[in-house]
């Protein structure tokens, strides 16, 4: 048995093995800009439309740092509340917020350039892709091995971050 987890890892008798790196990015569609201006600092958040990742914390999703490293934290006016990045991430393509996401979701629509990335220059630090494995048991050798092919795909410069 394996599980993929992202994030920091609580306290927890499983066994991990880091296979990459999930790194966010804040992004609003074009139209949404125009319209209602570009946060400059993480404060500013606060005069604008935010789209809410449901499954985690206002204080994780809209925690950023200053260049310098201390953390910061910015707070939209949530619109949209969801469990499913992808949904949150079509809704600011059509101009409904502004969402922090991983570059895993997002990194298409910026590409495309749907989206445009904000408060760049306070980005946070990225968090650790782990496999997880239940502890005292052998775990499988296929399991070592889907586990060691996903860290030669994602490794520290996965191609989502390639935007």
């Known amino acids: 048995n394996m599980a993929v987890r992202i994030g920091l890892l609580e306290d927890s008798t499983l066994v991990a093995k880091k296979i990459g790196l999930s790194r966010s ?5 074009k139209a949404y800009l125009d319209e209602h201006g570009q946060p400059e600092t993480p404060a500013d958040l606060s005069n ?28 939209p006016q949530i619109r949209m509340r969801s469990n499913n990045g992808d949904v949150l991430a079509e809704a600011a393509v059509k101009g409904l917020g ?3 996401a ?14 445009i990335p904000v408060l760049e220059k306070f ?11 239940p502890p005292g048991r052998l775990t499988p050798r296929r399991v070592k091995t889907f586990a060691d092919h996903l860290d030669s795909c ?10």
Not at 102 to 115: C, N, Q, V
Not at 123 to 133: D, E, K, L, R, S
Request: with cysteine.
């Open 25 to 29: 990015v804040t992004c609003a569609s």
């Open 48 to 75: 604008h439309t935010g789209l809410q990742y449901s499954n985690i914390t206002y204080t994780q999703q809209w925690r950023f740092q200053t260049p310098d490293g201390k953390p910061i934290q910015g707070q």
């Open 154 to 163: 994602f490794s520290d410069n996965p191609y989502w971050d390639e935007i």
């Open 123 to 133: 980005a946070t630090a990225p968090v650790g892709i782990y496999a997880v494995f």
């Open 102 to 115: 991983p570059t895993f979701i997002l990194s298409k629509y910026i590409r495309s350039g749907e989206l």
């Open 98 to 100: 502004i969402t922090s």
